[in-house]
C-alpha cells in the first residue's frame, strides 16, 4: 500500500476519498514533484465555519436578559414599520420619476426600484442598531461586569459580526437589484448603495482573535522518553497536520517528539522552522533524528508500536515505510492495536482516551500515522493549537521563506490583496464524488472570484495555482470587473535582476518544490482576503495560519461557497 508515490488522478482520489465521520457540506503527488503539492482531503476541519455566531455564558444581571430579550423585538418592529411608512411617502416620487407607464416592464421595475428602497432603509436601521451596540452594550459591560469580564466582551464582538454580516448582505442585495438599472439618475431615486454618509465600514475586516477560555496543556515531556513520529498519509499539507497531531499526543504523553529523518519522511527542515518549537515552549520538547540517534548511541530500537489505526493496514504503515525505517538501522517488535480503529471512520476520542491506552514505561513509543486522528477536535483546532507556548504558532514557515513573502509582496502585490488558491490537476473526479462538487467551471469561478473583489476592495490577486495555461489564462480574461481587468500575479520564474528571492538562491533552496509550496501558502496566509480550495489540506493549513497570525478575514471563504456547479460531467469513466 504505497501513499506517498503515485502519479494518477485515479490513485490521488481514492487516497483522498477516504470517508470519516463529521463531514460537512459546502457551505464552508509526491513523485509528481510541482511546485504545487496539494492534498486533499473532505474530512479535515473546515475554519471558515469556526467562527460560528455563539452566545457565551457571562455575568449579565438577569435584568439585562430582559432587557435584551424586550430589546430585539421592538428593533424588529420598528424596522419593518419605519421601512414600510418610508416606503408610502416614497412611492410617490419613485412614481413620479419613473413616470405613469401601465406597462409590464414600467410596473416591474417600479417594484424592484420600490424593493430597493426598502432594502436601503433597512441597511440605516442596521447602522442605528450597529452604532447602539457599540455604546449601550459596552457601557453595561463596563459598569456591571465584574473583572471577569472578557465572555461579555465576546458576546459583543459576536453581536457585532452577526450585524456586519447582515449589512453586508443587504449591500449585495442592493447591488443585485440595482445592477439592471445603471443608467440615468435612478440613484437619486433610490440612494447610492455604495455611499453610508459619515459611517464607514470594512466589510472584510480581520476577524477578532479574542481567546478567551482557551483550553491548553502544558507540553513538560520526561528527558528520556521519546514519541517516534510517524506520518505516511498524503503529500506535505498532511504530513504537517500529522506531525501537529503527535505534538499533541506528545504532550498527553510527557514525551519529547522525535522528528522523522528525510530518508523515510520530508526534509522538514528546510520548510519550518524546527527548533523555534522548543524556543516558544521553553524547553526541550522536540529534536531531530540525528540527535536522538546521537543520544541512543546508534541503539535505535522502538520499544512499543502501538497502532491508533488498526485497519486499514497496522498503524496506517505500509510494507515499504517500515523498510525505510529498518534501513535506517531502527529495530522495533510486533505490532500492537490499542483498539479497534478505521482510517476510513475514525471516531472521536478524548485525552483519557489517549492516556489509558498509549500510556507507557518504554522509553521509545510509536503510534503509527495519525492524520485522521479525531481527538478533542475543537481542542486542536482553536487558534493558536491546543499547546500552551508563548508564540503564535508552533509549526510556521521558516524564517528565510517568511522574509521572501514579505519581500515578494512588498515587490509585487502591497498590502491589500486577495489570495487564491485555485486547486485543479487530479481535483475534477475528486470534487465530482462529492455532493455537492466542488470543481467548478472557469467562467462560473471567474463570476465568484469578481463578486468577492467587489467586496473586499481589492486591485489585485495572488494565484497560487497547479493549472494549465489554458486554464488559468482563460481565468484571467474573464477577470473584468467595470470594464477593467482584474490582474493575477503568479510568482515568476528566477530572474537575476530580481532581489525578492535572493534569500533562497544564497541559501541554496530556491526552485525546490516543497520550499515554492511553502512559499505559496506564506504569502497567501498574508493576504488580506482568501479564497481557498474545499477539500485541499492545502487550503486547510493556510487557514490555519491565518487563524493562528490573525490574518483571517471575515470574507475568508472556499472558492463559489454555497453554490454547485453549474455544470457537472458524469461519472463513469470508460
Known sequence: MDRSDSSSDGSDDRQNLIEQNGTERLPSPRNRST??????????????????????KFS???????????????????????????????????????????????????????????????????????????????????????SNSAPGDAFIEDLKSAILKQ??????????????????????????????????????GKIDQKLYGK??????????????????????????????????????????LIIPSHKVDYLFSRVIDIENINTCLGRKVVISFEEFSEIRKHHLHIDRFICYFS?????????????KLKNLGISMGKLESAWNEDAKKPTGKTVSDIESKFSSNDDVVAVGDIFFANVEKEWVNQPGGPIAHKCQTLIEPSRLIKLTAQRFIQTFLGKNYMAIHFRRHGFLKFCNAKQPSCFYPIPQAADCIIRMVERANVAVIYLSTDAAESEYGLLQSLLV???????????????????????????????????????????????????GASGSTFTEDILRLRQDWGSASLCDQYLCQGEEPNFISDQNDM
Not at 476541519?45 to 452566545?55: A, E, M, Q, V, Y
Not at 412611492?91 to 405613469?100: F, K, P
Not at 477593467?484 to 533562497?504: F, H, M, Q
Open 167 to 204: 449589512i453586508i448582505l443587504n449591500k449585495e442585495i442592493q447591488n443585485v437589484l440595482l445592477s439592471p438599472h445603471r443608467s440615468g439618475n435612478l440613484s437619486e431615486v433610490v440612494g447610492d448603495a455604495h455611499t453610508m454618509g459619515t459611517f464607514t465600514i470594512d466589510q472584510c
Open 481 to 531: 470587473l467595470n470594464g477593467k481587468s482584474i490582474p493575477l500575479v503568479r510568482r515568476p520564474p528566477r530572474n537575476s535582476a530580481e532581489k525578492w528571492d535572493a534569500l533562497l538562491y544564497r541559501h541554496g533552496i530556491e526552485g525546490h518544490s516543497q520550499v515554492e509550496a511553502m512559499l505559496d501558502k506564506t504569502i497567501c496566509a498574508m493576504s488580506s482576503t482568501f479564497i
Open 215 to 256: 483550553r491548553t496543556i502544558e507540553w513538560k515531556p520526561k528527558s528520556n522518553k521519546f514519541l517516534f513520529a510517524i506520518c505516511t498519509s498524503g503529500q506535505m499539507s498532511n504530513h504537517l497536520i500529522c506531525l501537529q497531531k503527535h505534538m499533541f499526543f506528545a504532550a498527553i504523553l510527557h514525551r519529547i
Open 311 to 323: 485497519k486499514p493496514d497496522p498503524c496506517y504503515v505500509d510494507e515499504e515505510h517500515i523498510r
Open 60 to 146: 449579565f444581571h438577569k435584568r439585562y436578559y430582559y432587557l435584551l430579550a424586550a430589546a430585539l423585538p421592538l428593533c424588529i418592529i420598528a424596522i419593518f414599520f419605519s421601512a414600510e411608512i418610508r416606503s408610502l411617502f416614497s412611492s410617490v416620487n419613485i412614481s413620479s420619476t419613473l413616470g405613469s407607464s401601465d406597462s409590464l416592464s414600467h410596473r416591474r421595475r417600479e417594484s424592484e426600484l420600490r424593493a430597493l428602497y426598502l432594502l436601503r432603509q433597512q441597511q440605516l436601521d442596521f447602522f442605528d442598531i450597529w452604532n447602539h451596540s457599540n455604546t449601550t452594550f459596552n457601557s453595561t459591560a463596563t459598569n456591571n461586569l465584574s
Open 35 to 56: 511546485t504545487f503539492d496539494i492534498d486533499d482531503d473532505r474530512h479535515f476541519r473546515p475554519p471558515i465555519h469556526r467562527f460560528r455566531f455563539s452566545i457565551p
